[in-house]
């Protein structure tokens, strides 16, 4: 049984995916929370850090803090992207180790593995070929993260797990213009179109490639089973958590395009770069676990419509 008072500090905790673990703590009765905003600590800052684990002494570490982006802003400031994120986690890992918390874990990304590589991607994979050049430098540093926990987990027998989940949507998504991946850029520009009665709307690539979504909820799920239930000797080097089957961009932007109630017509920019053809992660590993994803993907998008509605973005 987990200790529901166990200190926990949750890295990027108003993030996608950091605000929705902090939920599924919050939902499992876990009653010592800790986390700050970028204003109040500077991630990138070592001594900023240091002071910060020396005063909380966190027990457990998620490490979902990082610099994300869409293709765009990955393929237009990859020095930022690498830069940043390379300094966030080595001073979280370096800390975790250096004030001896017990666990670790630590969230990669599916542009890790290399741009063809057979389907359903298996963990072992990873550096087996070539990476997508459009996010080269944001998998660099995700890579080098997996790597620095694996070496302090065989050189000092830490217990630092890492993960590497399938692209991602869910409530509290960034919907920036540029930025934004797949999910949240259409579901803003079908609505915009939609609101201001344009007959047609643009969608980048050609709508071939293949994509696999996971509902942030259910990724936090699996974070908290894995938290509560396993160790890094458990899980290896890393291990894929996914929703199991993928489908074609252009046959996701037709659902948006439903859910959100726009009836122009779609139109596919072939300037645009498509990224990787197809990413599908195998998930048998933590499948067999005993933990598997539960959100259907139609459901998911409604849930994430509304909550866009919510905020008012525009």
Not at 6 to 15: E, L, N
Not at 70 to 79: A, E, H, L, R
Not at 117 to 130: A, F, G, M, V
Request: proline content about 4%; charged content about 25%.
């Amino acid at each position: 049984m987990a200790d529901k008072n166990k200190k926990i500090y949750i890295a990027g905790h108003r993030g996608l995916v950091g605000s929705a673990v902090k939920r599924e703590f919050e939902r499992r009765g876990y009653t010592n929370l800790v986390f700050k905003t970028h204003e109040e600590l500077d991630l990138t800052d070592s001594n900023a850090v240091t002071d910060f684990f020396e005063q909380e002494k966190p027990q457990w570490v998620i490490q979902a803090a990082a610099k994300v982006g869409g293709i765009v802003g990955n393929n237009t400031f990859p020095v930022e992207f690498m830069m940043e994120n390379l300094k966030i986690q080595n001073n979280i890992i370096e800390n975790s180790y250096k004030y001896n918390v017990e666990k670790l874990l630590f969230l990669g990304s599916s542009c890790i593995y290399p741009k063809t590589t057979p389907q359903p991607i298996k963990e072992e994979y990873l550096l087996s070929d070539y990476l997508e050049k459009t996010n080269e430098g944001y998998a660099l540093a995700k890579i080098c993260g997996i790597k620095l926990c694996n070496y302090y987990n065989r050189e000092y027998g830490t217990n630092y797990m890492c993960v590497m989940p399938c692209s991602l949507y869910g409530v509290g998504d960034n919907y920036h213009p540029q930025n934004a991946h797949v999910i949240p850029m259409l579901i803003r520009r079908f609505h915009e179109a939609k609101i201001n009665n344009i007959p047609e709307t643009v969608v980048w690539g050609t709508g071939t490639p293949r994509r696999e979504f996971i509902f942030v909820d259910d990724l936090a799920e699996a974070i908290v089973f894995l938290m509560e239930n396993k160790n890094a000797d458990d899980i290896g080097e890393l291990i894929n958590i996914g929703a199991g089957y993928d489908m074609p961009i252009a046959e996701i932007a037709e659902l948006i395009k439903e859910i959100v109630g726009y009836n122009g017509r779609l139109v596919y920019d072939t300037s645009k770069p498509d990224g990787t053809m197809r990413k599908l992660i195998d998930t048998s590993r933590i499948n067999n676990m005993g933990w598997h994803a539960k959100t259907d993907f139609k459901q998911g998008l409604k849930v994430v419509y509304q909550d866009f509605l919510n905020r008012k973005i525009l």
